[in-house]
């Protein structure tokens, strides 16, 4: 990267940080006399459209966030073409150069800095700003602490720059020392992330101040890679049971078995604290319980036995013995009663209710609980039920949903997880580049040759709501993409099929081009043409001679399929987009080899209607022609459509 002097209204000084790469200045607000942190952002944020209104909603968010414990965050700009954003100058070091200087802290000083991250986390999570990176180079300390021990440590989080979205593409090209600290479920589907990943995140920062190293290998695979660690008290005799039970809760590798959210976190922490400074052993804390309150501390010893173990002396008055057998038989009344109305199975209808608002919410996290928790049950223990086939809609429509977001990942990754999702691919890669007949021939594919398992479903399910579009597809006039593709082409395609012995798949097409195109002036001739053919008896089609003469005779003159431009087609996938644009660069290299194959057996027209096709594409002469029905779409990153 050039270096700079000045970006916005800032001076840049010396990068932060011992990489020489990095991209986080030192930086002097030139106007209001103030020292700050620039951070510049990815030249994407400035080029694409999408990126930089994400950029602006971003900014936004993170600038309502004000709390001692956060980093103020100052806004985002774009300054020659490059995108940054400014935040407040911390006067301090991180935690990770602490841990390098200090090794393992006493329990104190670590129960202290989890107290001020937690009263940060607590204030993003409740506007729903998630950090989904907390790690010890994001946890700035500063204050007398750092001199005298004595002294207490201001902490502060910065780096909330983390978005569920845009972590799917950069997840698996963190180096290992940051992924070490993410969460199981940022790995599996990083979309359905919430307080639980924060929560995760911190349990593995405490485990590493505790014990001076870290719960889990990045470089493990399997289980071993989540494998559940030794607890931070059998490494750090000086670690208090009750934090030690604290973090293993944090660190548990199923988000529903970790606290319920970042202030049950700080709860227990300060909880710790204060069970040791009572001198409260175990037993006592099994005797005395919480005093009303939830606590996330399960020591792992029952009451009962805890007054074993303490040899407490019981003593009872005939008259309280009586008393309290009264009411204890009245409190298991009770008790029972309200069990048996807790858990009394819902009915299909209360499980379709309380399905709805999760739905209708369309939150990729509400949908997971709608479909797992009442959806399923709901067809499953209710088949016959009305409320059946709607749930089985709306599971569908989740399944479908998810897919085309498994699909985008994909082909950030640039790897397909299963074939469904191949055929998708090359579907959506032909449509994008004006194959209409090309993406419903791949979307046949998917429904014929797919088994009907309920992993393939929601991609059948795809394709049949997309045959279903392409069947009541009007081309029309007024767009200003030309797409170098013949409709007669198609019409060659089939009477090529029909002349091998392909009958069906033949006269397929010749549907097809009726249907995508008899409503549009300009194709008449393919239309009736295909009509024409379609009227024909199969055997007449048997004469290979006598119908290349008909091709010849009765070919109407070539017309160029029109399509919307890509860049406005696309927008919603970037990776589409990208897709589209590799496939729209093979289109007229293939078509001149086919003119030439075509001129050489004497069936083509001529040299004059040749080049009169040619200068149709427009500003386009390099580009080449893609097959009609190829077997892969033409992806980012593809050899074979780089040129």
Not at 43 to 52: D, H
Not at 239 to 244: A, E, F, I, M, R
Request: net charge negative.
């Amino acid at each position: 990267m050039t270096e700079l002097s000045k970006l916005g209204p800032f001076a840049l000084e010396n990068r932060l940080g011992n990489d020489q790469n990095s991209h986080v200045f030192h930086g002097f607000h030139l106007k209001q006399k103030r020292q700050a942190v620039v951070c510049i952002l990815p030249e994407r944020y400035a080029e694409n459209p999408r990126a930089r209104r994400r950029l602006e909603k971003r900014s936004r968010q993170l600038q309502k966030m004000n709390h001692p414990n956060i980093v103020r965050y100052h806004g985002a700009g774009i300054d020659q073409g490059i995108p940054f954003f400014a935040l407040d100058y911390v006067d301090g070091i991180s935690l990770q150069q602490y841990l390098k200087q200090h090794g393992p802290l006493p329990w104190e000083t670590v129960v202290e800095i989890g107290l001020q991250v937690c009263a940060a986390l607590s204030a993003a999570h409740h506007l729903n700003i998630h950090h989904l990176d907390v790690r010890p180079a994001h946890i700035l300390l500063s204050g007398e602490g750092l001199k005298d021990p004595r002294q207490p440590l201001k902490v502060q989080i910065t780096s909330f720059w983390a978005d569920p979205r845009w972590r799917r593409s950069s997840l698996l090209l963190f180096p290992k020392d940051r992924q070490q600290y993410l969460s199981p479920e940022q790995f599996e589907d990083p979309q359905y992330v919430d307080d639980a990943s924060d929560i995760f995140s911190l349990g593995c920062v405490l485990y590493e101040m505790i014990t001076g190293k870290l719960p889990f290998d990045p470089l493990a695979t399997g289980e071993q890679r989540w494998k559940l660690p030794e607890r931070p008290a059998s490494l750090e005799l000086d670690c208090p049971v009750w934090l030690d039970r604290v973090v293993m809760r944090m660190i548990e590798v199923m988000p529903d078995r970790r606290p319920a959210d970042i202030d049950s976190v700080a709860a227990g922490l300060q909880e710790s604290q204060d069970a040791v400074a009572r001198g409260m052993s175990a037993l006592e804390h099994a005797l005395a319980g919480n005093n009303g309150r939830e606590s996330i501390i399960d020591i792992g010893i029952d009451r009962t036995e805890a007054e074993k173990l303490m040899h407490k002396p019981k003593y009872y008055e005939p008259s309280m013995l009586l008393n309290s057998r009264i009411w204890i038989g009245l409190a298991v009344i009770v008790v029972v009663a309200l069990l048996v109305l807790a858990f009394r199975p819902l009915s299909d209808e209360e499980l379709y209710a309380k399905a709805q608002p999760l739905v209708d919410s369309r939150e990729s996290l509400n949908w997971r609980i709608a479909e797992k928790d009442y959806l399923q049950p709901l067809v499953d223990r209710y088949p016959e039920s009305p409320y059946a086939a709607k749930a089985q809609n709306d599971i569908d429509m989740i399944q479908m949903a998810r897919a085309e977001a498994r699909l985008e990942n994909s082909l950030i990754k640039r790897q397909f997880d299963n074939e469904a999702e191949h055929h998708l691919a090359n579907a959506r890669a032909l449509e994008a580049n004006g194959n209409h007949l090309g993406a419903w021939y791949q979307f046949d594919k998917m429904v014929q040759e797919l088994p009907e398992t309920t992993e393939n479903r929601p991609y059948r399910l795809i394709a049949l709501r997309e045959i279903e579009r392409l069947e009541n597809l009007r081309l029309h006039k007024g767009v200003n993409k030309v797409q170098s593709v013949s409709v007669d082409e198609f019409i060659s395609q089939a009477q090529d099929m029909i002349l091998s012995g392909k009958e069906k798949e033949g006269r397929e097409i010749y549907q097809r081009v009726i249907s995508l195109y008899q409503s549009y002036p300009d194709q008449k001739g393919a239309v009736d043409a295909a009509t024409q053919a379609l009227a024909q008896p199969v055997a007449i089609a048997k004469n290979k001679d006598s119908a290349a003469k008909s091709k010849t005779a009765h070919a109407p003159e070539v017309q160029e399929v029109r399509k919307q431009p890509i860049a406005e087609s696309t927008e919603s996938s970037p990776a589409a987009s990208e897709a589209a644009d590799d496939a729209a660069a093979n289109v007229s290299s293939t078509e001149d080899t086919k003119s030439d194959a075509i001129t050489e057996e004497g069936e083509s027209t001529t040299e004059e209607a040749s080049a009169q096709a040619t200068s149709s594409e427009g500003d386009q002469p390099d580009a080449t022609r893609p097959p009609l029905f190829p077997d892969a779409p033409v992806l980012p990153g593809d050899k074979s459509g780089q040129r």
